[in-house]
């Protein structure tokens, strides 16, 4: 069945610094969703992209969608310790109403 | 503004035992999710829920079932209750197809089976 896989599964970032996470798919995607799960939380809802290379920003938070529609990618500016969590994409199943979730990338912030 | 509501947050439960995991919202939503996340992992799907009187099935449904008799209320019952059933499980809603709208997430249920 379809999987979206995100890399790297953890990431250990120095406060103050950048880094992105990546989602990867086999096959085009509609469109992709990014959650974010802080310890111990529950999942919630940032962004949906839908057209091919779009960009999208949330403060220091930017998405893309590659122009392919098989990948997409979250970068964090000038990481805080408030950016600590686990990060979804998700992507539609081929069919019904359903998503699939990416196995996500825990984040921890090193003060 | 509740949003997702799910009852009880956490349950210990006997192997062989039985139980249901309560989900409510008051968004008028009319699709519901329930999801389990094992830890450290993602987020598998159970069952879902297009409308009051309609469900099909996820991913992982073996040893689940569901019923949607109100557009509010989406309970998850297990029956025999196995070890590998321990998981925190979610409860989501969207107020369109939930692989084009945002998913809602109640807090979640965190369940052990001993």
């Known amino acids: 069945g379809q999987q979206v896989m995100q890399i790297p599964q953890y990431q250990h970032v120095q406060e103050g610094e950048d880094f992105t996470t990546y989602c990867n798919s086999s096959?085009?995607?509609?469109?992709i969703q990014w959650y974010k799960q802080r310890p111990g939380g529950h999942p919630v809802f940032l962004i949906q992209l839908v057209k091919s290379g779009e960009v999208k920003k949330q403060k220091r938070l930017t998405f893309q969608f590659g122009e392919a529609k098989k990948n997409s990618s979250l970068h964090i500016t000038a990481t805080q310790t408030t950016d600590v969590g686990t990060y979804f994409c998700?992507?539609?199943?081929?069919?019904?109403?359903?998503?699939?979730f990416g196995g996500g990338t825990r984040v921890l912030v090193k003060p | 503004n509740a949003g997702v509501t799910q009852t009880p947050k956490f349950r210990i439960l006997k192997i062989g035992q039985s139980m249901t995991l309560q989900c409510t919202q008051d968004?008028?939503?009319?699709?519901m999710y329930w999801y389990r996340q094992d830890p450290g992992m993602g987020l598998k799907l159970i069952y879902y829920s297009v409308g009051a009187g309609i469900t099909d099935k996820g991913e992982v449904p073996n040893g689940y079932n569901v019923s949607r008799s109100t557009t509010e209320d989406f309970p998850l019952r297990l029956e025999l209750a196995a070890p590998s059933q321990t998981s925190v499980y979610f409860c989501?809603?969207?107020?369109?197809?939930?692989?084009?709208?945002?998913?809602?997430f109640g807090d979640g249920t965190r369940l052990s089976i001993l």
């Open positions: 968004m008028n939503h009319n699709y």
């Open positions: 989501a809603s969207s107020y369109g197809a939930g692989n084009y709208q945002p998913q809602h």
């Open positions: 096959t085009t995607l509609s469109n």
């Open positions: 998700a992507a539609p199943k081929a069919a019904g109403n359903k998503l699939t």
